[in-house]
């Protein structure tokens, strides 16, 4: 499939201070394996561009977002949120990262790409409407399905593989019917959500050690028949890579192989609706070599679909 990368030098400049594991390096570590693995020569390269305060709004409250300007610091960090710091340079980084799920649907929609990575932080789906939390600043996937729905697509789905479950998300689509919202995540684990399923919520909670069978097992029997029945035209992903074995910021057990398998099953789900087009973005995922294999294993199967 014609696959971009989209990402912006921008990006690297949010820092949480010394030591965070939401930190640039995340990045680079993305970009070193997608060159030593060859991966990298098979996308297109796409910066992000800015995006602007009517974008943030498709999601956010007004005052959530004045409230997020005026918490910029003019040196050091600033707490923000529960576990959110800004930096001085924290808005340009939060720009691009929206701009490039903006840049992302409009390439698909347009006929230029069949999938996208959005390669970008902060990353986005604890947010909410009117808070941040869990790293998050703005729910830059959120806002790039508010985008495409403003661009005329119907029904779109988004599968958040992250081990964190993502609340924030649901919560901005809880009521829209219109919008299916697949949820894998460790349970009992941060953020704690109360576990809540309807026609359009599905969320699969896994025990800790929980492995790639147990992840077989949730998507053919959980989602799978969801996603055929919803038809989506467009597929989000939210791609974090913190369930892998090595992450130590949780306990799932997870290797590159399945985040592979889950690719595939994806873009067979693409197929079998004829679905416009996949486009993930990067969430969590600390353990640096094993999410720059996890990213660059995902981004290949994807060019490879």
Not at 162 to 168: E, F, K, L, M, P
Request: glycine share 6%.
């Amino acid at each position: 499939m014609r696959t971009a990368v989209i990402s912006h030098p921008h990006c690297r400049k949010h820092k949480m201070g010394m030591d965070h594991p939401e930190c640039p390096e995340r990045l680079d570590a993305i970009t070193d394996r997608l060159l030593s693995s060859g991966v990298d020569a098979t996308v297109a390269h796409m910066q992000a561009p800015k995006a602007d305060m009517s974008h943030f709004a498709l999601v956010h409250e007004s005052s959530h977002i004045k409230a997020v300007c005026a918490a910029i610091p003019q040196h050091g960090t600033q707490q923000f949120a529960d576990d959110v710091l800004l930096c001085p340079d924290s808005f340009k980084a939060i720009e691009r990262a929206v701009g490039a799920g903006i840049l992302a649907v409009d390439e698909v929609l347009e006929g230029n790409l069949d999938a996208a990575f959005c390669n970008v932080r902060p990353p986005g789906h604890h947010a909410n409407q009117k808070t941040s939390s869990g790293f998050c600043v703005f729910n830059n996937l959120a806002i790039a399905v508010e985008y495409a729905k403003t661009k005329g697509v119907e029904r779109i789905a988004i599968l958040d593989i992250d081990v964190h479950h993502g609340n924030g998300t649901q919560d901005i689509f809880r009521q829209r019917s219109d919008i299916l919202f697949c949820s894998l995540f460790q349970y009992p684990f941060y953020p704690n959500t109360e576990i809540e399923n309807n026609e359009h919520i599905i969320n699969s909670p896994l025990p800790v050690a929980s492995k790639g069978e147990d992840l077989k097992a949730l998507f053919n029997q959980q989602w799978l028949p969801k996603l055929r029945e919803f038809n989506a035209e467009l597929i989000f992903i939210s791609a974090g890579f913190d369930a892998h074995i090595e992450d130590d910021m949780a306990g799932l057990q997870f290797v590159e192989a399945d985040y592979q398998w889950l690719t595939e099953q994806v873009i067979k789900v693409l197929k079998d609706t004829q679905a416009k087009g996949i486009i993930s973005f990067l969430e969590g995922g600390y353990a640096l070599s094993a999410l720059g294999r996890s990213v660059s294993t995902h981004i290949k199967i994807l060019v490879e679909g």
